[in-house]
């Protein structure tokens, strides 16, 4: 068994229990990437702040009038990795990070697998920056309204791979209504900035939480999202 296949077992359910960090632990000393400038956005430049501000003052949809903040999103703007989601929850809404409570710590231990964290060498963020009411699902409008600003951070991150976790990031992603199940298993082609980007399809989270025995499939597609960067150059 290899490091990343000890370290997936508690996720999986395989091994000993995985005990969630409290409160996030060590991440609670640092800035969240919400309406603020900070979090781990140092050196970021010129364009990633205003990028940011466009965010936080967006009044493109509706959802503007009902946030509490924007979720702009979180991690190293270097990253390799870049993780999509779906739209923020109620408690990214209150506290501007996405992917908090249980299914940001089910996240962080999948990327621990895979010797990835939000802190250092992985970005995440969500189609959607405000919260749609009632955690329902995002409206057609509201994705095309947003999608700019999620096209604009994967030009300024410039990954290696895409990580798009569940139907709306993968069907925005790639411009496509398949389904999950007929788009996993292998890297699909995103063309951003001029650059073609694989992007690996698997579940959202919050599904595996209510499902967890499709984990085993999810970890196959991390092993095939660690293959293609383990694959990939390094760029200076």
């Known amino acids: 068994m290899d490091e990343s296949q000890r370290r997936a077992w508690p996720w999986l359910g395989a091994g000993p229990v995985w005990t969630p960090r409290s409160a996030r632990g060590a991440a609670d000393d640092l800035p969240a990437g919400g309406d603020e400038p900070g979090g781990q956005d140092e050196g970021g430049g010129a364009a990633w702040e205003i990028l940011r501000g466009e965010v936080t003052a967006c009044q493109r949809c509706p959802l503007a009038a009902s946030r509490t903040r924007t979720v702009f999103g979180v991690g190293d703007q270097r990253a390799r990795c870049l993780v999509v989601g779906e739209a923020p929850g109620a408690e990214e809404d209150r506290l501007g990070e996405p992917f908090v409570g249980r299914a940001g710590e089910l996240l962080d231990a999948m990327l621990a697998a895979i010797d990835h964290d939000r802190q250092r060498n992985v970005f995440i963020a969500n189609v959607l920056k405000c919260r749609p009411p009632g955690n329902r699902d995002p409206a057609a ?9 999620l096209v604009r951070q994967v030009e300024l991150i410039a990954p290696t791979v895409i990580v798009a976790l569940g139907r ?14 007929s788009l996993r298993g292998q890297a699909h082609g995103c063309r951003i900035g001029g650059r073609e980007i694989p992007v690996v399809v698997t579940y959202h989270p919050a599904y595996l939480l209510r499902s967890p025995l499709d984990k085993a499939k999810a970890w196959r597609d991390l ?7 383990a694959a990939a150059p390094v760029q200076g």
């Open 223 to 229: 092993r095939l999202v660690a293959d293609l960067l």
């Open 141 to 149: 409008e509201e994705v095309a309204q947003c999608q700019p600003y």
């Open 168 to 181: 709306f990031a993968a069907q925005t992603l790639l411009a496509t209504d398949a389904s999950i199940a």
